[in-house]
């Protein structure tokens, strides 16, 4: 049996070379691991966007709504901008209210779901709180 | 010659070690295409549901229209329903008056969403959403 094994020379060109496939294959797996945390992110941030506008669309009026998911509006009026916490995310809540000759009022409502100051999701959508009709 | 390849120890770890290395890069590469695959997936879940609520937008604007249009209706003192039927066809969608419900479809794009307004005329007529889904291509 050959006793004599490597010299040192090759013992660290194997190591290195074995060190350069792992640092690039550990790349690999962690841009993996990072790719699926966003992804969990964008559908967790959906998930609460989506919970907001259900809550705010199914309350018999938007301010109803709002009092549902904790928020005063102010006195005139719902319109303005709020931000609750929900899941982990900045839910930023934007009513405005849309002009119309209407029996009851209009509002356009923007959502959005932001992590460290950074928007992930979004929707745009509109109430119709109804004057002879039930909102 | 295959005898001598099949019994000769020589490079037998570098084989397990090139292998090994194999499977990992199989291992990452499948890691990263599900990943994307998941985040593909989240992103298209998103564009649904902001096309979703767009429509639902819209249909509550829709909606607005339709209540002015019935109060204006309700404003002329005539017949009723000649009236609305007068009133729904200068609104710019189509909206049809049967059976004392109005109907009407919004769209974006191929995706459509489909509403049901119920009429209620027991005091004074009254609007309550009777149907409300989405029509997929």
Redo the contacts between chains.
């Keep these: 049996m050959n006793k004599k094994g490597f010299t040192l020379i090759e013992v660290l060109f194997s190591i290195a070379a074995l060190g350069i496939i792992c640092a690039v294959l550990l790349k690999l797996f962690l841009l993996a691991g990072s790719t699926n945390e966003r992804a969990a992110d964008i559908q967790d941030a959906q998930v609460a966007v989506a919970s907001t506008a259900e809550i705010l669309a199914g309350a018999n009026s938007l301010e109803d709504g709002l009092a549902s998911l904790s928020l005063i509006p102010p006195a005139n009026g719902p319109a303005g901008q709020y931000r609750l916490l929900r899941d982990g995310f900045t839910v930023v809540v934007t009513v405005s209210e849309e002009p119309g000759d209407y029996p009851g009022t209009l509002y356009s409502l923007s959502i959005d779901a932001e992590q460290d100051g950074k928007k992930l999701v979004g929707i745009e959508t509109a109430k119709y709180d109804g004057g002879g009709t039930d909102g | 010659m295959v005898k001598r390849a099949l019994t000769c120890k020589k490079g037998a770890s570098s084989v397990l070690?090139i292998l090994l290395?194999l499977v990992?890069?199989v291992f990452?590469?499948a890691?990263?295409t599900?990943?994307?695959s998941?985040?593909r997936?989240?992103?298209k879940?998103?564009d649904w549901?902001?096309s979703y609520?767009?429509l639902?937008?819209?249909a509550?604007?829709c909606?607005?229209?339709i209540?002015?249009a019935?109060?204006r209706a309700a404003d002329t003192g005539g017949p009723f329903e000649r009236a609305l039927e007068k009133e729904l066809k200068q609104l710019g969608f189509e909206a049809a008056l049967k059976d004392n419900a109005i109907t009407y479809e919004v769209r974006t794009g191929e995706s459509r969403l489909h509403v049901t307004?119920a009429l209620d005329m027991e005091q004074?007529?009254?609007?309550?959403?009777a149907e409300w889904y989405q029509i997929q291509p």
Excluded: C, F, K, M
């Design positions: 070690v290395l990992l890069v990452g590469v890691a990263l599900t990943a994307l998941g985040l997936l989240g992103q879940v998103s549901n902001e609520y767009r639902e937008g819209q509550a604007r909606w607005a229209e209540d002015a019935v109060s307004l004074s007529p009254r609007l309550r959403p």
